[in-house]
């Protein structure tokens, strides 16, 4: 069994910089992928960022690409979002979850945090 908490989330400027944090519990956290998503107010949940459980290989949606950093502390039990040059649209709530294997689909992740809100104004 996995838990998670999100933090970090807060009010931003257009072309500012956030840092999330999602701290786990459960002896087996380094075992799990780790992905980020997020919601926006009459939107789909959509993808963001994965990284498998060594931290060697992450994924990416076009939209974060150079611009976004995922990671991961197996030691702290924590994985990050760092978030740069954030843009309106990126405003939402942002969420991270725990799944077996890395993949892009919110139908894959078995644990969920709660989120963590991104307003970003222009």
């Known amino acids: 069994q996995v838990q998670l908490v999100e933090s970090g989330g807060g009010l931003v400027q257009a072309g500012g910089s956030l840092r999330l944090s999602c701290a786990g519990s459960?002896?087996?956290?380094?075992?799990?992928?780790m992905g980020w998503f997020r919601q926006a107010p009459g939107k789909e949940r959509e993808f963001v960022a994965a990284?498998?459980?060594?931290?060697?290989?992450?994924n990416y949606a076009g939209s974060v690409k150079g611009r976004f950093t995922i990671s991961r502390d197996n030691a702290k039990n924590t994985v990050y979002l760092q978030m740069n040059n954030l843009r309106p649209e990126d405003a939402a709530v942002y969420y991270c979850?725990?799944?077996?294997?890395?993949?892009?689909?919110?139908?894959?992740?078995?644990?969920w945090g709660q989120g963590t809100r991104v307003t970003v104004s222009s």
């Open positions: 990284i498998r459980s060594s931290g060697i290989i992450t």
């Open positions: 979850a725990a799944s077996r294997i890395l993949n892009t689909r919110a139908t894959m992740y078995d644990y």
């Open positions: 459960g002896r087996t956290f380094s075992s799990y992928a």
